[in-house]
Each structure stands twice: as C-alpha cells, then as structure tokens.
C-alpha cells in the first residue's frame, strides 16, 4: 500500500513486459539480453520513472524457472528468468499486472512461483484472483482518501482449460467486467484506474467494440484506462473526464517489427476536481533490445500512432467484423516476417533449439495448423 500527497497521484505507466524469449528469438531474445546487459536493458529510461507515485507494467510472460528444461524449446520459450525482475525493479517499476493470456504458458506450480518471485523482488502484484476477487493495488493520500488500481484480461484463455478457471483476473463478459467497475467505484474514495488486456494484435488503432467498452469503462468510473496486448501503439483518448489509453504497445519484448519498437511511457497525473493531465514519453527498442528515449524522428511517429486525431481522420472506420478481418491480414503478415527474421538469423540459434524450431515448422506447414 503506497502513500501520496492529498488528493493527487502521479502514475508512470508501460505496455507488455517480457523477461524471456519470444519463440522465434530463442536463445538470444529478452531472457538473454537480460543475462548479458543486465540493468543496461532499462538503464537509460530510468529516469523517467523517478517522480511518479506509481509505476506499472503488465508482465506478459511466465517469470520463473519451476519446472523449466532448458533444452526443450515449448519449456523454454516465454519464460523469463526471475533475475531479472530485480532490474525491472531498479528501473523504478513497482507493480506488475499478471492477467494476460501468456500468464499459464508454463503451468499453475510456475505461475504462483512466479507471483513469490515478484513479490520477494519487492514489487507489487496485481491481476490475480483471490476469492472471486482481483488483488488491488490501494494508495491512501493524506486526506484518508483511497485510490485503487487494478487489472483484467479480456483475452480468451489459451494454456488452461480447468474447469475450476484461471488464478488470474480473466474476464470474459463485459457487462459483468462494467459490474465489477461499478462495485469499485463505491469502495474507491480516490481515482480508480483500470489495467486491461484487451482487443487484437499488430493493429495500430482499437476496434468499434474496444472503443465502446473503454468508453462503458469511465462511464462506470474508471478515471483512467490503461490498455495492452496490441504489440503496437494506440491512440490515446480523452473521453468526458477520464483518459483511455487504448494500447501502450510493447515496453520490454524481443519481436522485430519497427512498429513494435516504437513505444512510451505514459506519465498521468491525477488531482480531485479536475481532468487528468498526462504527457507520453517517446521510448525505441534497440535492435539488441535495450531501451532509450526515442530519437526526434522517432518520437515523431509515436506522437502519430498515439495520437486521436489520427483516429478521427480515418475514413470508413471498419466494423467489427472488417476490423477482425484486418486482423487475420495483419497475422499472415507477421508469420510471414517471422519466417524471414529466422532465416536472417540461422546463425544465432543455439543448435538444440534450432532442430526443434525447424521440426515445429516443418510439422506445421505440414499439418496446416
């Protein structure tokens, strides 16, 4: 439970985290930039977390070594080593959602090792059920006033199928998920701010139903949104008095398209009676995965990508079932990419995962799946 100054809260927050290594990037992705650059992964970003109350992430992969075979690839991959949350907590983020749809890649026993291991790395948890209940994040102000942040999935569940359901705050029906909000208005004396895995990948803009649901969201009162799961950036809009933040893109990921290189850290700043301000601080991922404020070009482009006027000046906005369409295009294309960047790299694949990775592409070309 962290304090702050009366009535005002002062929030850094980032897209998807992953300490390990993306399928493709096996044996040189995030888990190894980690194991070799060490704080110098975030080192140069630091900075901007410095004055901020709260500072939050979504984990997107299972960090924890439970049950782990180094050498079998499906063991390996996506999972991060629990070293490196010590760096993501020197950088200066202190709370880590973990509803996602990679949270039970690697099973239940490394999933509850891994919310032991964020939480021995002094960082807070959020994200998980307990009870029928999602863990909250509370900060009291000086007034006695209680804010709350908390985090959801909407993505369909893609490693467990239990029918006693998923240890984390997976939400499949929107009108109870606005019920859920509803009911935490009423305990929440202060701002209320949503952490949300949502909507569909390599799209640079949310589709009608996200927008709709992000707007139901304040209008339950959420005083703020914060999206992910895009990969990509969003743009960011300012609806009534909340902000909605529909995806912040990746934040620490070894996938190699520029558009999931470019990414921000969004610094909102909340103060009873009034709207919130906020500013987004340009970031790139570096080709060896480190990160750095982005260059003005850059910068540029990020300002596009998060920009709403970008989004209003779209002609013919697609419906839900176009935009799910755009999607699938979206997804061939990137398998593609995928394709050419595991050729480009033959050479840096350890042998053992090299074998395997052809194998599984082989089975799938051949399977169709």
């Given at each position: 439970?962290?304090?702050?100054?009366?009535?005002?809260?002062?929030?850094?927050?980032?897209?998807?985290?992953?300490?390990?290594?993306?399928?493709?990037?096996?044996?040189?992705?995030?888990?190894?930039?980690?194991?070799?650059?060490?704080?110098?992964?975030?080192?140069?970003?630091?900075?901007?977390?410095?004055?901020?109350?709260?500072?939050?992430?979504?984990?997107?992969?299972?960090?924890?070594?439970?049950?782990?075979?180094?050498?079998?690839?499906?063991?390996?991959?996506?999972?991060?080593?629990?070293?490196?949350?010590?760096?993501?907590?020197?950088?200066?983020?202190?709370?880590?959602?973990?509803?996602?749809?990679?949270?039970?890649?690697?099973?239940?026993?490394?999933?509850?090792?891994?919310?032991?291991?964020?939480?021995?790395?002094?960082?807070?948890?959020?994200?998980?059920?307990?009870?029928?209940?999602?863990?909250?994040?509370?900060?009291?102000?000086?007034?006695?006033?209680?804010?709350?942040?908390?985090?959801?999935?909407?993505?369909?569940?893609?490693?467990?199928?239990?029918?006693?359901?998923?240890?984390?705050?997976?939400?499949?029906?929107n009108d109870k998920l606005i019920e859920e909000a509803?009911l935490l208005r009423q305990q929440c004396s202060g701002?209320?701010?949503?952490?949300?895995?949502?909507?569909?990948?390599?799209?640079?803009?949310?589709?009608?139903?996200?927008?709709?649901?992000?707007?139901?969201?304040?209008?339950?009162?959420?005083?703020?949104?914060?999206?992910?799961?895009?990969?990509?950036?969003?743009?960011?809009?300012?609806?009534?008095?909340?902000?909605?933040?529909?995806?912040?893109?990746?934040?620490?990921?070894?996938?190699?398209?520029?558009?999931?290189?470019?990414?921000?850290?969004?610094?909102?700043?909340?103060?009873?009676?009034?709207?919130?301000?906020?500013?987004?601080?340009?970031?790139?991922?570096?080709?060896?995965?480190?990160?750095?404020?982005?260059?003005?070009?850059?910068?540029?482009?990020?300002?596009?990508?998060?920009?709403?006027?970008?989004?209003?000046?779209?002609?013919g906005k697609p419906s839900e079932e176009e935009y799910?369409?755009?999607?699938?295009?979206?997804?061939?294309?990137?398998?593609?990419?995928?394709?050419?960047?595991?050729?480009?790299?033959?050479?840096?694949?350890?042998?053992?995962?090299?074998?395997?990775?052809?194998?599984?592409?082989?089975?799938?070309?051949?399977?169709?799946?």
């Amino acid at each position: 439970m962290n304090k702050s100054d009366k009535d005002r809260l002062t929030i850094s927050a980032v897209g998807d985290i992953s300490l390990g290594d993306h399928p493709v990037c096996a044996g040189f992705g995030m888990r190894r930039a980690f194991a070799k650059k060490a704080e110098g992964v975030l080192g140069e970003i630091s900075h901007v977390f410095k004055d901020s109350d709260i500072c939050i992430g979504n984990l997107e992969t299972v960090t924890s070594n439970a049950g782990l075979k180094p050498l079998w690839l499906p063991s390996y991959e996506m999972r991060g080593n629990p070293s490196a949350l010590a760096f993501v907590k020197s950088a200066g983020i202190d709370t880590l959602g973990v509803a996602n749809n990679h949270a039970m890649q690697h099973g239940r026993k490394a999933f509850a090792d891994m919310t032991k291991q964020i939480e021995g790395a002094g960082i807070s948890v959020i994200g998980l059920d307990e009870g029928g209940r999602t863990r909250l994040k509370k900060v009291v102000h000086e007034s006695g006033n209680e804010s709350i942040v908390y985090s959801i999935s909407t993505r369909p569940e893609e490693w467990d199928d239990s029918p006693e359901g998923v240890p984390y705050s997976l939400r499949e029906a929107n009108d109870k998920l606005i019920e859920e909000a509803k009911l935490l208005r009423q305990q929440c004396s202060g701002f209320l701010i949503c952490s949300i895995h949502w909507g569909l990948e390599f799209l640079d803009y949310p589709g009608p139903d996200q927008v709709e649901l992000g707007r139901q969201l304040i209008d339950a009162g959420v005083d703020v949104v914060l999206g992910h799961h895009s990969h990509v950036l969003q743009p960011v809009e300012r609806y009534k008095k909340g902000l909605i933040f529909y995806s912040l893109g990746n934040f620490v990921f070894d996938l190699w398209p520029r558009s999931t290189k470019l990414t921000t850290v969004a610094k909102v700043r909340l103060e009873a009676g009034h709207e919130p301000e906020y500013e987004c601080v340009p970031v790139e991922i570096a080709d060896d995965l480190t990160l750095s404020v982005a260059s003005p070009s850059a910068a540029k482009e990020i300002a596009s990508l998060l920009s709403w006027d970008r989004y209003e000046s779209l002609l013919g906005k697609p419906s839900e079932e176009e935009y799910t369409q755009l999607y699938f295009d979206e997804t061939k294309e990137f398998r593609y990419s995928s394709y050419r960047y595991f050729a480009r790299n033959l050479h840096r694949y350890p042998p053992w995962f090299l074998v395997q990775s052809l194998a599984r592409t082989a089975l799938r070309r051949l399977t169709g799946s």
